[in-house]
């Protein structure tokens, strides 16, 4: 994957920079230029959403595993870990973050969750297993956006258990593993427009889908399924033969130039809902901001697939063409869905007395 080192300073303007000269009106007018780009890709991003920061909330260290533990002593110690962080929040006086640790214990229907990872320090870490992952050989594994946190958690988890509910519907031996393996971006933030997060994610994803493929059987095919920044994400992480396909949706861009720069053997697909704020932020990247060429774009080389109407946040709701697709995906199916034109982006919002619900990243 190509990259675009940062000048000195700002990072808009300075020394070092192809085309801008030290001192001049050209250099100025360079500067400016820079500046009104990269000041589009920040008002693109950040004033359709709104977010509130999740509170540094005091938890337990994470349990410690032997190499050699498996899932299901891994599930049972981490939901004593649950219940612990529950009551510290609690006594902390975050009764918000408690009851949401507490929610966690459970899948919808009553079943105790299976966390192969839980730390409720902070932010927070999850990976959260929906399925037998020694059974399945179909294995989707969901890489967030911003703002995505154990405040946020739940959102996330809807996505995951209506994908595994999908693919269940069509192919029993199927499991989904919701990967909240990093400190997401905020939206409103400069970190959403930096690769530095999705650096440091990927060094954390890639190890961790070599480790889940110690956990299936030959055979099984895993795809990655990357969301807005967590397509940045992705795109940063060499996965080698870990996994068949890579799938970017709702992405502001990877910071590649085409599909074939990634660190990947598999497939890349791509897709965006004509209903995506996604597609009007700028597609460019200068002096580390912004994440260049839009992967739905022919040019980017990444296989289409068909997102319907899909907002921003609706790409995993049940009964959508666009979960239709990614389910397709997953499991493999012969007829790859296909987009054969990039989405309109659609047109801003008329102003309202009524805020509408934010969206995230």
């Known amino acids: 994957m190509t990259s675009t080192s940062s000048p000195t300073g700002s990072g808009l303007s300075g020394p070092g920079v192809p085309g801008v000269r030290d001192g001049g009106r050209r250099s100025g007018s ?4 820079r500046t009104v780009l990269a000041g589009l890709v920040a008002a693109a991003v950040v004033l359709p959403v709104s977010a509130a920061a999740s509170p540094q909330v005091p938890a337990p260290a994470p349990v410690v595993f032997a190499e050699s533990a498996g899932p299901q002593s891994r599930y049972a110690a981490h939901l ?8 510290t929040a609690q006594d902390a006086g975050h009764p918000g973050r408690a009851a949401k ?60 258990i209506s994908l595994q509910e999908r693919l269940r519907a069509e192919h029993p031996r199927s499991a989904v593993v919701a990967w909240l393996g990093y400190d997401t971006p905020g939206t409103v933030s400069t970190t959403v427009l930096t690769a530095g997060r999705a650096d440091e994610a990927a060094a954390e994803l890639g190890p961790f889908l070599s480790r889940l493929r110690q956990l299936t059987g030959d055979g099984t095919r895993v795809s990655l399924l990357c969301h807005s920044y967590g397509s940045v994400v992705c795109a940063r992480t060499r ?49 580390g901001v912004g994440f260049g060429t839009d992967p739905v ?31 397709r995906i997953v499991l493999g199916s012969p007829a790859a869905p296909a987009a054969p034109t990039v989405p309109a982006a659609p047109a801003a919002p008329a102003p309202s007395d009524t805020a509408p619900e934010a969206p995230h990243a």
């Open 101 to 160: 640790l507490r929610s966690m214990a459970r899948v919808p229907g009553g079943a105790p969750a299976q966390f192969l990872v839980f730390d409720g320090r902070g932010k927070g870490r999850a990976v959260e297993v929906f399925g037998d992952l020694a059974t399945a050989d179909r294995v989707a594994v969901l890489v967030p956006g911003s703002d995505t946190s154990l405040d946020t958690y739940q959102r996330f988890r809807d996505g995951a």
């Open 30 to 33: 360079g500067r400016f230029r």
């Open 80 to 87: 004593g870990s649950l219940a612990e962080a529950a009551r």
């Open 239 to 287: 996965t080698a033969s870990t996994v068949d396909d890579v799938v970017l949706f709702g992405s502001p861009g990877t910071g590649a130039d085409r599909a074939a720069e990634l660190p990947t053997g598999a497939r890349v697909w791509a897709g965006r809902g004509s209903g995506d704020w996604i597609g009007r932020v700028p597609h460019v990247r200068l002096g």
């Open 297 to 327: 774009d022919p040019a980017f080389g990444a296989r289409p697939f068909e997102a319907g109407t899909a907002g921003h946040s609706d790409y995993l709701k049940p009964g959508t063409r666009s979960l239709d697709s990614l389910a």
